[in-house]
């Protein structure tokens, strides 16, 4: 039916005009649209880092770098950590094969001492972080990667690509199911990202507190409730809407959510009733005025008798639009693009930084950038939420100093040196310690991978978001929920 | 040195506490970070429509389905096409294996029927486009995918995915060259972006201008140049910032780029000179206000005769910042931030619709969405950009009607039947046909593909980008910087 060389059609470049600039022969059988090593995932100055921390020694000083960020995004009040188990899923597959190796090797990044070590590299080291799901705040220490310089220093880019991109949909989506009060929330932006990156923005969500994803491949990977209605598409290829609603009714069930906004609202709704029953599942509004629709909409299901079936909306719905429809009858909220590129904030801020390492004679030291701008504190954190009374958070507290006191320190120590040490404390105790161990001399805690680390970061960031104070889950823009203190032990 | 029980750290989420929503048992090995099947980059209902039309027969219809973008983001005067070497790259890899179907039955997404379609499936239709890099306006024809419902309706959610991030990136990388004018952009962003998202990132950015890339994956994939500096890490973990950069200049050579801004600005660039000596390669500032540093360590640099020295600036800028750096005396952008999230606009608006399906007779017939919004024109067109005599573009023309006379139109008769039939034709021709052939009967032309693609795509976008009219180029907010005209035969 196409034919080629029609004259509407362009010559393809090669055919005609100067190829001059171009190389003389075609590629080769292009590579797989993913490999299954994540190492090149780098940035070069991590490899020409190494090569020259190799050659003077440094290499194999013992350092700890830490991941966070310096402030929310604009009026945020809070951050959602995600990825975590994304990382540690990742880290088995950051080895350096034989294609990776002949790559640098043929491009000249690293000599053959560096190649040598690459060959080699596993990390074997710790991390310990903020768990998966949870709440933070500037200067929360979110990821603390302890090992030698040299394998610690390669996981600065994969680790901030995974915990950036993955935190900033977990910090829209849970503003977005805090809007949406008790209703579902259903994830359906991939198409609006990256293919891969719609992959790990459908696992943020449901960290989050979404119900379920339009995604088949996290399906797969995390164990997901996957979930789909009908494009327009599907009306458009019948040969007229009852013919494709009978049809899908017919395959799927009456259970299924009917596609109504292809032609006439009024009428797809006939139609989908006519074609379902009163059992009809679902009727999905796509465009419009999405209040005043849903409100005629759910008088005329009611009217046809169809007083359950659910009524689904979707259409650019951030959490602003989600809260303004709270007084409409809408059941399910579909989101995709506000979803998957953080509702205004893409990415997060956070920076992989080396905060404390051994000198030469083998004592950790901390260290920091010390120029005027963006000036960070050095040494090793721990962080505690505390609890006021009444449960709910009050501040974040940041300890740093000496780092075998930092190490040693436990909030109990804290609580018998606290500035109001006659306070009442609640049950749970008024401070939760925030760090958890991830990886253990390089063995990754698989409670936190896969669908259930998915499972457990849900559940954690239910529990958070609950104990945050009031006020804290508005949308308006205002200063993060509970401020953080740093705790500078002697 | 971590001791996992310490204190001052929380327990795991099963040691204690309830894990009744929790799974029985821990998950089996983890799933590789990536996999060779791109098949359920997919939304589900693209399956389960599929379902319905391979049970009432019309999942055979002869389908046209196109991309377009309904606007631009706010104030933008173009958009530049990128991911589609991506995309033809992926296609051999939608297939569905056994652990794909397997899979789709254990969760019940589809029936057997449509289980064995998919274990056969591989796409053997037609996709027409615009070439990767070229320039584009509201309602483009972006990408014409032909076959049948079936093969056609499955890469929706993959096509878009690519086109919409890739395209965001290399649109807001196009504005970033033209603000440098002649000086060199780096991509430096994989960081903040989803960790394949920024491969993709990298790409697109050498599409529109970009000189290298940070990205060893992205340099090892499609043959970019690779550059990279420091990180204060490296400053960090020597005993000073004489010993680090001693330690770069004697692995990598003087030509290599210090990062002057770990402690105190002038000192490091002294340090840098001593280190390298007049021959020094770069020095990189990444904090402060860089348009006064610029002038300052030029000045240094000078005085101490390193004439030759380039002054690389990074830290968050984005084609504003570029634009504002133009007097300063700065010699390389590193961009990240900005880049890899489309500098505010993170995703284009590309939709997949269906605009021709085969009726029951087997003739093609026009499809449209017909409700009161998001209304778009059915029937496949073509699409040619029409050049004034100074060769600039004037007008983007897009061509509708019926479908015979679509498919046979030619920018030839269309000059002819011109609203201006005596104006002067410049050398080149007044129309420029828009769409090339990428994907005849199942074949993907390799010329799109891999690094040829992409060096084919950057020498497109310059050619496409100065043939616009004067002042298309700014970065102030206005309209498309051509109109779309749509012609419609009879």
Not at 196 to 221: K, M
Not at 319 to 343: K, M, Q, R, W
Not at 480 to 489: K, N, S
Request: charged fraction near 20%; hydrophobic fraction near 40%; proline fraction near 6%.
């Amino acid at each position: 039916m196409i034919d080629a060389h029609r004259s509407s059609v362009a010559p393809t470049p090669t055919s005609g005009g100067s190829s001059a600039s171009l190389p003389d022969s075609l590629p080769a059988a292009p590579l797989p649209a993913v490999r299954p090593s994540v190492a090149l995932l780098t940035d070069r100055y991590e490899l020409t880092m190494l090569q020259a921390a190799l050659a003077d020694g440094t290499a194999h000083r013992h350092c700890v770098f830490e991941v966070f960020t310096r402030r929310l995004p604009a009026g945020r009040r809070y951050g959602v950590l995600a990825g975590t188990g994304r990382v540690l899923e990742a880290l088995p597959h950051f080895r350096f094969g034989d294609a990776e190796l002949a790559y640098l090797e043929r491009s000249g990044v690293v000599d053959d001492r560096t190649l040598d070590f690459l060959r080699g590299y596993r990390f074997t080291g710790t991390i310990l972080g903020y768990a998966e799901g949870e709440i933070f705040f500037p200067g929360s220490p979110l990821l603390q990667v302890e090992g030698t310089f040299a394998e610690a220093v390669l996981l600065e880019t994969l680790v901030l690509s995974i915990l950036n991109y993955d935190s900033a949909v977990a910090s829209a989506a849970s503003r977005m199911t805090s809007a949406a009060v008790n209703r579902p929330v259903l994830e359906m932006g991939s198409r609006r990202a990256h293919e891969q990156a719609g992959v790990a923005a459908a696992r943020a969500a449901v960290i989050a507190g979404f119900t379920g994803t339009s995604n088949l491949e996290a399906g797969f990977r995390y164990d997901l409730e996957t979930i789909g209605t009908a494009a327009h598409s599907f009306t458009l290829l019948h040969d007229d809407e009852p013919a494709a609603f009978a049809s899908q009714v017919a395959s799927l069930g009456p259970g299924t959510s009917l596609l109504v906004d292809t032609y006439d609202v009024r009428r797809g709704v006939e139609n989908a009733v006519a074609a379902a029953g009163t059992g009809l599942g679902g009727v999905r509004l796509d465009s419009g005025d999405l209040g005043v629709l849903a409100v005629e909409v759910r008088r005329q299901l009611d009217e046809l008798g169809a007083r359950d079936t659910k009524i689904v909306v979707t259409s650019d719905l951030d959490e602003h639009a989600i809260a303004s429809l709270a007084a409409a009858p809408v059941d399910v909220y579909g989101v995709g693009t506000a979803l998957v590129t953080g509702s205004g904030a893409p990415t997060c801020g956070m920076v992989y930084k080396l905060v404390a390492r051994a000198d030469a004679t083998g004592v950790l030291q901390p260290v920091a950038k010390a120029s005027a701008h963006k000036r960070s504190q050095g040494g090793r954190k721990v962080a505690a939420r505390r609890y006021g009374p009444d449960g709910r958070a009050v501040e974040e507290v940041v300890v740093s100093g000496p780092d075998d006191r930092v190490v040693a320190w436990s909030p109990e120590d804290h609580a018998s040196a606290d500035r109001a040490p006659d306070a009442p404390a609640d049950e749970r105790g008024d401070l939760r310690p925030l760090l958890v161990p991830l990886v253990v001399d390089g063995a990754v805690d698989s409670r936190w991978v896969g669908g259930y680390g998915v499972q457990n970061a849900a559940r954690h960031h239910r529990q958070a978001r609950a104990e945050l104070p009031r006020g804290a889950r508005r949308l308006s823009s205002g200063d993060p929920a509970i401020p953080t203190v740093e705790l500078t032990l002697d």
